[in-house]
């Protein structure tokens, strides 16, 4: 099974990583990382799994969640001990948008 990643998925995938890349290295890139894909396949393909079930995890742990109850916090005196810079009760920022 061979499987080629498309020039379009290369730029994708580098697009995701905020690096340019040339059309030389997307062709270069392609080629390479279909190899890769394909040599790692074709080990994959050689192992026996006749015998294993399918396994979603491997703990055993079934519904770990927590109940979901209340608790106390931190009172607002509590929260704003430490701050540099409070306004009636909340803490005060610098504005971090514009409207322009």
Known sequence: ???????K???HVSSLANLPLKNSEVEKFT?????V???N????????TENVLPTAHVTGASNIQRADETQPGL???EALQNT???HNGF???KPILSRG
């Open 1 to 7: 099974m061979k499987k080629t990643i498309s020039k």
């Open 9 to 11: 998925e290369i730029e």
């Open 31 to 35: 080629v390479q990382l279909s190899e």
């Open 37 to 39: 894909i394909d040599y």
């Open 41 to 48: 396949i074709s080990l994959l393909e050689k192992i026996n």
């Open 75 to 77: 009172s607002q005196q």
């Open 84 to 86: 540099k810079s409070e």
């Open 91 to 93: 803490f005060k920022v």
